[in-house]
């Protein structure tokens, strides 16, 4: 039922393109589209870019009251948000690949986490408090960023200037978690103010505190001090503090650009065990209930400095240079529920990573009417200790520091062969103190048809280098043996993308059209995957023995009319993967639909917008490999149900703009948890299990102060 409705939908988009009344752009009542910088050879608007781009605006994310980047991209299309509420983290997936397969970047250059360098980001752990926009590539973009950008890349463009000469935002937030909410003890609670400055004419200033304080959710759990072994102690989703300083100095003058930007991150994760050890003292007939609780603290340093000019009144230079560190420890402790003290406490640093990172591209290489060519480098020097897999701190801790370096150069050109025919070819050559030298190119065509259709289509090539984790996981003892294998080789991925785009207008150009379709096919070579390599005793290690197919079909579609702006999107992409390239495995295509929509009216008489984001994901399928009743091996089809995110905001401003009051609710379908049975291991006709993806349906309350000189 759900394809005869895309196929409805496709075909009635179809018709619109075929009917709507054409206009020439320069009738049109349309704002200035902004320049994009991420893929491009030179700043220039999305209309003109050969690579097809996604742009969300500052409106976008203010409309939604998002204050970290999981928050916005909630109900993106081809996007999905998984939190996983054991960690505090936020898993995501794009066209089925998980996070380690796109990169997220920050100006260009890639942010560090857990695991490395640009990708498997905690999209909870970036704020957006000071973002101009974000911009999103879908496909590989292996040749202007590099290995793990296989399924596409997350830009967040930061504000670098301002036309008053004092700014002053600030704002408090206050939400529910669900039906919870108390002042301190409840709920999330989120302050910000940010001051920028111009000095003069050419020095600018900015600088942002932001703390974002999620109390946890409780559900049936009684929190720390609950002092019953009945496993309802602690929190369903840990509780976590987050708090963000940045700082920007920004520099111009003619022809030349220079800024630094400066971000501290410091998130702290509490964990409070359900065990309850009661103490029973038989003697005195009393207890003395303990607990054995950990305490994650996250440090993250970001430090950037941007130059871009023109050499010799002719070459655009762009060169940046990154260092960046972080490190999480862990602090164990008994926690004496009644007394509330802590005692044998432990703490140690049990994973740590640092980059030197160095990009810089040269355009205007060739410079003609015809000709523009880039070249370009980027180096990274990454080194690391400790693995998420195996927590150990103390005196047993025999953590081993590891490197990894690469050093790339990539060259592209936009050929504008005809004056509605673009071609850009790409290649890059990347060389590692670990793996063989790897060698990548992409190819992508631009046609415009009149003046209202406009033709992409991208062919792109990406590797997947090895995480830390993969490479140098030591975790054996007399329970466990999960290693490493430094011997793997970096995953080979490839995507084509063929877009088709159009603007129209009906009505005496009172409506505006944008309808976008598009397909897509991705896919991977040499998948990593942890495997059984010894039965007894038992023993994994990460071997590269997979491969994974991705196609789709999408569709994203724009209306405007007056103050009514609304967009509506549709895909279905069918994923194949092998388990295992050595074995008898099932490599059909699974499909899985999804919807998106996002609405906007505004009253200008009430200086009032109204706004709706909505998200369908359709039933989700993979086959896993189980035990039959034979007690034998086998791949089977699990399915993970669907489901369907609403949020609505209300945004009104008073006093020009001064003060912005925003009132919203999100998930207003209550979704708390999806049943599934596409997980590894267990019976073949087990029951299923649920995966966490809401915690109800809650309320926030968001009061901002502008102030502008």
């Known amino acids: 039922m759900r394809i005869v409705l895309l196929n409805i939908f496709l075909f009635t988009t179809t018709v619109i393109f075929a009917q709507v009344t054409q206009k020439s752009d320069s009738i049109l009542p349309e704002k200035l589209e902004e320049v994009i910088v991420t893929g491009q050879i030179n700043p220039q608007s999305v209309s003109k870019s050969v690579v097809e781009i996604k742009v969300i605006s500052r409106k976008d994310i203010e409309r939604q009251a998002g204050n970290t980047l999981a928050d916005v991209l909630n109900t993106t299309l081809n996007l999905t948000i998984t939190p996983n509420t054991s960690t505090g983290k936020s898993g995501v997936s794009l066209f089925g690949l998980d996070s380690q397969y796109f990169k997220v970047l920050i100006d260009n250059i890639p942010i560090i986490n857990e695991e490395g360098v640009g990708n498997n980001t905690d999209l909870t752990l970036i704020n957006l408090d000071d973002i101009e926009r974000i911009e999103i590539v879908e496909g590989a ?343 490493g294998n430094p011997a793997l080789k970096p995953e080979k991925g490839y995507s084509a993308f063929l877009h088709i785009k159009k603007r129209s207008t009906l009505a005496n150009s009172a409506i505006r059209l944008k309808n976008k379709l598009s397909f897509n096919y991705l896919g991977l070579q040499d998948r990593i995957e942890l495997i059984v390599v010894n039965q007894s005793p038992l023993a994994f290690q990460y071997n590269n023995i997979d491969r994974f197919r991705a196609v789709g079909v999408f569709s994203e579609n724009e209306i405007f009319y007056k103050n009514f702006k609304g967009q509506l999107g549709a895909s279905v992409q069918g994923v194949s993967k092998v388990l295992d390239s050595n074995t008898q495995s099932n490599d059909d295509f699974l499909f899985n639909l999804q919807l998106n929509s996002n609405l906007a009216y505004t009253a200008p008489k009430w200086n009032t917008t109204f706004s709706v984001f909505f998200k369908h994901i359709g039933k989700q399928q993979q086959f896993v490999e189980k035990t039959n009743a034979e007690g034998n091996q086998e791949f089977v089809q699990g399915e993970t149900e669907a489901y369907s995110w609403i949020d609505a905001t209300i945004n009104k401003s008073f006093f020009d703009g001064a003060f912005i009051t925003t009132v919203g609710a999100r998930n207003l379908f209550d979704v708390t948890q999806v049943n599934t049975t596409a997980f590894e291991g267990g019976a073949h006709n087990g029951p299923p299990t649920q995966i966490s993806l809401g915690y109800g349906r809650s309320y926030f309350l968001k009061l901002t102060y502008n102030l502008s000189l």
Not at 187 to 196: D, E, N, T, Y
Not at 373 to 401: D, H, R
């Open 141 to 483: 973009m292996g040749v202007q960023y590099g290995s793990n950008a296989v399924s596409g890349i997350i830009n967040i463009i930061t504000k670098k200037s301002s036309r008053n000469d004092w700014d002053i935002t600030a704002y408090v937030q206050e939400e529910t978690v669900g039906s919870e909410y108390e002042w301190f003890d409840k709920g999330r609670h989120i302050q910000s103010l940010k001051v920028g400055h111009n000095f003069s004419e050419n020095f600018y200033a900015n600088a942002v505190y932001t703390r974002n304080d999620f109390a946890g959710f409780f559900n049936d759990r009684q929190g720390e001090n609950y002092d019953v072994n009945d496993g309802l102690r602690g929190h369903e989703w840990l509780p976590k503090l987050q708090q963000n300083t940045k700082a920007l100095l920004a520099y111009k003058k003619e022809n030349f650009n220079l800024f630094y930007r400066f971000d501290y991150l410091n998130e702290r994760i509490e964990r409070y065990n359900e065990t309850v050890d009661l103490n029973e003292n038989a003697a005195t007939a009393t207890t003395n209930p303990s607990a054995l609780d950990e305490i994650y603290t996250n440090n993250r340093l970001y430090h950037h400095v941007n130059g871009t000019g023109t050499i010799f009144k002719k070459i655009a230079y762009n060169v940046s240079v990154s260092y960046q560190e972080q490190t999480k420890d862990l602090e164990r402790y008994t926690y004496r529920i009644r007394s509330g003290q802590q005692e044998n406490i432990e703490e140690g640093e049990y994973q740590s990573r640092s980059a030197f990172f160095s990009r810089g591209t040269f355009s205007n290489i060739i410079n003609t009417s015809k000709v523009n060519l880039q070249l370009g480098y980027e180096l990274t020097n990454e080194k690391g200790s400790g693995s998420s897999l195996a927590i150990v701190i103390g005196p047993e801790s025999n953590e081993v520091t590891q490197k990894l370096n690469n050093y790339d150069f990539f060259a592209a050109s936009e050929l504008q062969l005809t004056s509605r025919f673009s071609l850009r070819p790409g290649f890059r050559a990347s060389f590692s103190n670990l793996f063989e030298a790897q060698y990548i190119g992409s190819l992508s065509a631009k046609q415009t048809l009149g003046d209202s259709w406009e033709l992409r289509a991208i062919l792109g090539s990406a590797n997947r280098t090895p995480n830390y984790n993969e490479l140098y996981t030591f975790f054996v003892d007399v329970n466990h043996n999960v290693q």
